[in-house]
């Protein structure tokens, strides 16, 4: 039996190698020959080959049932909507009555969630299918911000945030000098602040209402107004009560809370496109002060600005150090 620890890796049809392939090379490589690999990873399916999404075939070295052998089982993505695995929702609650750690990266949040072994914790997945999970599975408390959960069993957001969740493997298990060694070797940062929201698309709302395209235009040409829910239902041609009725039925949402996130939405897209100033910039998006607007800025995406342009400026870079140091 091999002395380091063991990390079980599910496989199953219709999986893509890149989700699978990232948490072999984070926790199996052998990048440091006189400490690495850290991890014993096997992969557990069916003897007979899995074909993994785009056709190539992959054969397991240990039966799906091996996953009760493990210390950890980490789950990589599914395809969500689609019928979950029984083989693997069976085997999940086996390892996991087995004392093994449970983790899932991105989606692979679905088959844990499905395997009961979610209920009442809080957990994450892409934001791209929050609300299909969050329908699904009404008994897991989903945060969608954030880029991994570690509540007893660990998830973690899209393809990126399962690298982030790795090093947390790392630095729990092997302490925070191996964690930083494995993240120079694959390039990232080895502990990275902020969570999904930065990486949202810059429109807030997912599934718009058609009845809101002509109040969204008016929000955008009064931002630096002050927009109370009394001239916002005034601008809908409804009362306040019916507007907040709308709101919570086709949004699930608040009338104000929406006005606040497309204050947000706006301000990412002039820190992704412009290189005005950030007090212009507050300014242009409807906040009373810079300082207000960094701090609100910072509290829901969960960076300053002047780190959000950094990170997703697409324009040339330019003399911003001024910018970024005024966000602190």
């Known amino acids: 039996m091999s002395?380091?620890?063991?990390?079980?890796?599910?496989?199953?049809?219709?999986?893509?190698?890149?989700?699978?392939?990232?948490?072999?090379?984070?926790?199996?490589?052998?990048?440091?020959?006189?400490?690495?690999?850290l991890y014993d990873v096997v992969l557990c399916g069916d003897l007979r080959g899995v074909r993994v999404h785009g056709g190539p075939r992959l054969t397991p070295q240990r039966p799906m049932t091996a996953l009760a052998?493990?210390?950890?089982?980490?789950?990589?993505?599914?395809?969500?909507?689609?019928?979950i695995s029984p083989t693997?929702?069976?085997?999940?609650r086996r390892a996991a009555d087995a004392g093994a750690r449970m983790v899932s990266l991105c989606t692979g949040a679905f088959a844990l969630a499905e395997a009961g072994?979610?209920?009442?914790?809080?957990?994450?997945?892409?934001?791209?299918?929050?609300?299909?999970?969050?329908?699904?599975?009404?008994g897991v408390d989903l945060d969608p911000r954030a880029i991994y959960v570690d509540d007893g069993v660990l998830t973690s957001a899209g393809s990126a945030a399962g690298l982030d969740l790795c090093l947390h493997l790392i630095r729990t298990d092997h302490g925070q000098h191996a964690a930083?060694?494995?993240?120079?070797?694959?390039?990232?940062?080895?502990?990275?602040?902020?969570?999904?929201?930065?990486y949202v698309a810059a429109d807030p709302l997912t599934e718009q209402a058609h009845w809101l395209d002509?109040?969204?235009?008016?929000?955008?040409?009064?931002?630096?107004?002050?927009?109370t829910l009394e001239r916002l239902a005034a601008a809908a041609a409804v009362s306040p009560r019916t507007l907040a009725r709308r709101f919570e039925r086709d949004l699930a949402t608040t009338p104000m809370?929406?006005?606040?996130?497309?204050?947000?939405?706006?301000?990412?897209?002039?820190?992704?496109?412009?290189?005005?100033?950030?007090?212009?910039?507050?300014?242009?998006?409807?906040?009373?002060?810079?300082?207000?607007?960094?701090?609100?800025?910072?509290?829901e995406v969960g960076v300053t600005p002047g780190r959000y342009r950094m990170r997703f400026s697409r324009r040339d870079p330019g003399v911003r150090g001024e910018e970024v140091v005024s966000t602190h």
């Open 214 to 227: 002509e109040l969204r235009t008016w929000l955008r040409a009064n931002l630096h107004e002050d927009v």
């Open 88 to 92: 693997l929702v069976r085997e999940l």
């Open 3 to 37: 002395a380091k620890p063991t990390i079980a890796i599910p496989v199953v049809d219709g999986m893509t190698l890149f989700e699978i392939g990232m948490p072999l090379e984070a926790l199996g490589y052998d990048w440091d020959h006189d400490a690495s690999p």
């Open 257 to 299: 809370r929406w006005v606040a996130a497309e204050r947000i939405a706006v301000a990412k897209t002039l820190l992704e496109t412009t290189d005005l100033p950030i007090d212009r910039i507050s300014h242009e998006a409807g906040y009373y002060s810079p300082v207000t607007f960094r701090a609100g800025f910072t509290s």
């Open 69 to 83: 052998e493990a210390g950890t089982v980490l789950v990589p993505a599914i395809r969500p909507g689609d019928p």
């Open 180 to 198: 930083n060694t494995i993240a120079r070797n694959l390039v990232i940062a080895s502990h990275r602040d902020g969570d999904q929201a930065q």
């Open 117 to 138: 072994l979610l209920d009442g914790r809080r957990a994450t997945t892409h934001w791209r299918w929050a609300e299909l999970f969050r329908r699904t599975y009404p």
